[in-house]
């Protein structure tokens, strides 16, 4: 279990939204942030995360403006 203030979710969320065009719940920004992290600290591979969430919602929401 990792912990994340609420200014990492809003930059993760965010981020993915913009870069990727992806809508995120806070356990999938929450994977997302984490796998980000474990990328900064390998030289070559690829990390994996899923997303499974409905967008519609946080369309709406504080965190995409």
Same mark, same amino acid.
């Given at each position: 279990?990792? /912990? %994340? +203030? /609420?200014? +990492? #979710?809003? =930059? =993760? $969320?965010? @981020?993915?939204?913009?870069e990727?065009g992806?809508?995120?719940?806070m356990?999938?920004? *929450?994977?997302?942030? @984490?796998? %980000?992290?474990?990328? /900064? $600290?390998? +030289?070559? *591979?690829?990390? #994996? =995360? =899923?997303?499974?969430d409905? +967008? *519609?919602?946080? %369309?709406?929401?504080? %965190?995409?403006e």
């Amino acid at each position: 279990m990792i /912990e %994340l +203030d /609420e200014q +990492d #979710v809003t =930059t =993760t $969320t965010q @981020r993915i939204a913009k870069e990727k065009g992806v809508f995120a719940n806070m356990s999938s920004v *929450g994977s997302v942030f @984490r796998a %980000l992290k474990v990328a /900064e $600290t390998i +030289d070559k *591979g690829v990390v #994996v =995360t =899923t997303i499974c969430d409905l +967008d *519609g919602w946080y %369309l709406s929401s504080a %965190l995409i403006e």
